[in-house]
């Protein structure tokens, strides 16, 4: 049901639309305690071991601790606002795009809209769409997120109104560039890698065993997760590392902190003072938020549009029947 099917319309645009917002809320308020970790991991300069005496943290179960000791159970959802924003806003444009991009290859070119190679451009440019439409709100929610104690944002409003006056409208893009060079492969691999697993279990299982679509489409979703963002990870810490910018102050409690003037610095001074480790920092919270998150992703996906499918079928046979 992901990406247009002619054998199969029933989902409409809007309802992509609708499906892929919801499939975003329900996954992002399950996944936000692994996205908190891993945005903690890929800020920290020092090395992420204990035998680094400097460390804050040192792996997944060390830093769940520590922040639920220093900052208490609410710590694992900060800047849940903006990530709920965030995931509904972009799982809405990504799906719309998606489906309507499919849609379009299908119509106007000679592609099979089911083609794995169709899903990875496709996938790609949903993704971008929805990265530029969603930014701020991801800036906003990595600056939440990688916050300490005392907080330098106490709510929404205030961060928007702080960080437009210090910074300028341009802070709220901070990291746009890494993000679109990795967004297009990661979710072009994601969409694609999940079009191929889907097909390969189509052809593995028999016809009379084909039972549980919504665990198969779990399982699928998190292994193209686990693929694509093993792929472009490094993007990502980039990213991260670029939209704390001018943010300093607020990580001393966390180590050491570092400027950026741009990406290439960015990539400079890792590779100086972190080697090529630190491009991978966070990879263990992230391999697993990505598995969890994609495949959920997928399979809310899948679920809320076989239910408005469903829900339109029982429409349109009460109306034959009235």
């Known amino acids: 049901m992901v990406g247009y099917d002619p054998d199969a319309k029933c989902v409409s645009t809007v309802e992509a639309a609708v499906a892929g917002s919801a499939s975003g809320l329900v996954t992002r308020v399950l996944i936000s305690p692994l996205d908190v970790i891993k945005i903690r991991f890929q800020l920290q300069i ?17 830093a769940v601790q520590r922040i639920f000791q220093e900052e208490g159970f609410v710590a694992f959802w900060k800047g849940h606002v903006p990530a709920q924003l965030l995931s509904v806003g972009y799982g809405a444009v990504q799906f719309m795009a998606f489906e309507s991009l499919t849609k379009l290859v299908h119509n106007v070119t000679s592609y099979d809209a089911r083609d794995s ?20 709100v991801d800036t906003l929610r990595t600056r939440f997120a990688a916050q300490g104690e005392p907080k330098i ?27 679109i060079i990795a967004i297009f492969p990661y979710a072009g691999l994601q969409f694609s890698f999940y079009n191929i697993l889907q097909q390969f279990s189509e052809w593995v299982i028999p016809a009379e065993e084909k039972k549980g679509g919504n665990f198969k489409n779990l399982v699928c979703g998190s292994c193209a997760g686990i693929i694509s963002k093993t792929l472009t990870y490094p993007f990502d810490l980039f990213k991260k590392r670029l939209q704390v910018g001018g943010f300093e102050h607020a990580r001393a409690a966390f180590g050491q902190v570092r400027m950026y003037s741009g990406l290439l610095d960015c990539i400079r001074q890792i590779m100086q003072e972190e080697g090529p480790g630190g491009f991978f920092k966070g990879l263990s919270p992230s391999l697993l938020k990505a598995a969890v998150s994609t495949g ?12 408005l499918c469903a829900l339109k079928n029982t429409d349109s046979t009460t109306r034959k029947e009235g």
């Open 46 to 62: 020092e090395q992420l071991s204990s035998r680094n005496p400097g460390a804050k943290y040192h792996g997944i179960l060390q």
């Open 153 to 179: 944002y106490p709510n929404l409003r205030h961060a928007v109104v702080t960080m437009y006056q210090t910074e300028g409208p341009r802070t709220f893009y901070r990291g746009l560039t890494p993000t």
């Open 296 to 307: 959920l992703v997928f399979f809310w996906y899948e679920l809320f549009c076989s239910l």
């Open 117 to 136: 190679f169709v899903h990875f451009v496709c996938g790609g440019l949903a993704a971008c769409t929805a990265t530029v439409a969603v930014q701020p």
